[in-house]
């Protein structure tokens, strides 16, 4: 089946630094990549969606200068949390979705833990 | 702005019984897609099953099966011959055409000896 990674798993930070949070498809290309945020015991709310090549497209209320999302090739978006203070504290989870028959699945990283100290 | 609505928040059920997750939404749209998302403890998001709209056959997965009422807007998911592994939050989602996926808040399972 596809499998999409993120890296890291896990990541502690001072507040005021940035965090590179990487989303990887591993065996298929994905023209949209999209970003979720879950905090506890709480469904996933998306934050942006991507597009490989153009400008991710950021839900209401989501601070696009913030959460900077790049989309560089079929295989690889990246969120960088800039300035994180502890309200950014959470799970950060990216899907994968490819073409052709597969266009209507996402396929999930194992997402990656947030702790802004 | 589709919802998707999950009323039960906490359910439990036996080993080797069968446990029916409820999930309802609300949509303007004819063609969508419909789906059911375990994640357990590890949190990572598994895909249970998928059902397209414009299908009238309920989607099965082994032992896994959905009631799709597509009037009522309603897609329940069963599941029988429950398994200690099946304990997990389950999503229900909904997504029109090729957009993100709408969750609901998710029902906790607990599947018990």
């Known amino acids: 089946g596809a499998v999409v990674s993120q890296h890291p798993s896990w990541v502690i930070c001072k507040s005021g630094t940035s965090v590179k949070i990487e989303c990887r498809s591993l065996?298929?290309?994905?023209?949209?990549m999209f970003w979720y945020r879950q905090f506890p015991k709480q469904s996933l709310m998306l934050m942006a969606t991507?597009?490989?090549?153009?400008?991710?497209?950021?839900e209401q209320g989501v601070e696009k200068d913030k959460f900077l999302i790049n989309h560089a090739s079929l295989t690889l978006s990246t969120l960088t949390v800039t300035s994180a203070h502890p309200e950014d504290s959470s799970f950060y989870i990216c899907?994968?979705?490819?073409?052709?028959?597969?266009?209507?699945?996402?396929?999930f990283g194992p997402g990656t833990r947030l702790l802004v100290l | 702005a589709q919802t998707v609505t999950q009323s039960q928040p906490e359910m439990s059920v036996q080993e080797a019984e069968t446990v029916t997750l409820s999930c309802t939404y609300d949509?303007?749209?004819?063609?969508?897609?419909l789906f059911w998302y375990k994640q357990p403890p590890s949190r990572q998001m598994i895909l249970v099953i998928r059902?397209?709209?414009?299908?009238?056959q309920n989607a099965t997965e082994n032992r896994f099966s959905v009631n799709f009422q597509k009037a009522a807007k309603s897609f329940s998911l069963k599941i029988s011959d429950s398994q200690l592994g099946d304990t997990a939050m389950y999503f229900c989602?909904?997504?029109?055409?090729?957009?993100?996926?709408?969750f609901g808040k998710g029902t906790s399972l607990l599947v018990t000896p």
């Open positions: 059902q397209e709209a414009y299908k009238q």
């Open positions: 989602a909904f997504m029109k055409h090729v957009d993100a996926l709408n």
């Open positions: 065996d298929f290309q994905a023209t949209t």
């Open positions: 899907s994968a979705r490819a073409g052709g028959a597969l266009v209507k699945t996402q396929y």
């Open positions: 949509t303007s749209e004819n063609n969508y897609y």
């Open positions: 991507s597009n490989e090549g153009s400008k991710a497209t950021y």
